[in-house]
């Protein structure tokens, strides 16, 4: 399974990092509740956190840890529930006032995948358009 979309974001790329890179924000734009962070410190490589995730209609109970972390270019994580495996990645590039943001989504959904694997691989690229287009309406001040 692999979602890959490019959004830009009318706000300083310190800002976009900062608000996308904080395990307190994710709720606000990812279909996901519970979010907490299960590590201490500072968040950074290697920081875990875990959340229910809201994915084809079900909640999942995943795990995840932080596996990149180069403010204010790049932040990604790998989360697991049971079989399911997913890794996103967040590249983010200033263009002049603006934040370009890359974002790709990929994993072995596990035995759901055999079952349903086109149907995920267009979900999952509907969810992340859907959860950029959020992100860009709440750090543009639209919501």
């Given amino acids: 399974m ?4 490019t959004i830009v974001i009318n706000r300083p790329i310190e800002e976009v990092f900062a608000f996308l890179a904080d395990i307190d924000n994710i709720s606000r734009w990812v279909s996901v509740e519970n979010v907490k962070q299960t590590s201490s410190g500072p968040i950074g490589v290697g920081s875990t956190f875990s959340s229910t995730v809201h994915l084809a209609g079900q909640k ?3 795990n995840a840890e932080v596996t990149a972390y180069e403010p204010p ?3 990604a994580f790998k989360a697991s529930s049971g079989a399911t495996q997913l ?12 934040t370009q943001i890359a974002a ?9 995948g055999k079952l349903a694997g086109p149907f995920l691989n267009t979900l999952a690229k509907k969810q992340l358009e859907s959860q950029l287009e959020s ?5 543009e001040g639209q919501s």
Avoid at 2 to 5: I, M, N
């Fill in 135 to 139: 992100l860009k309406k709440i750090l």
């Fill in 104 to 112: 790709l989504a990929e994993g072995d959904p596990g035995p759901l």
């Fill in 73 to 75: 270019h790049t932040f």
């Fill in 87 to 98: 890794e996103s990645k967040f590249t983010l590039t200033p263009i002049k006032d603006s």
């Fill in 60 to 62: 999942l109970d995943a």
């Fill in 2 to 5: 692999k979602a890959e979309k």
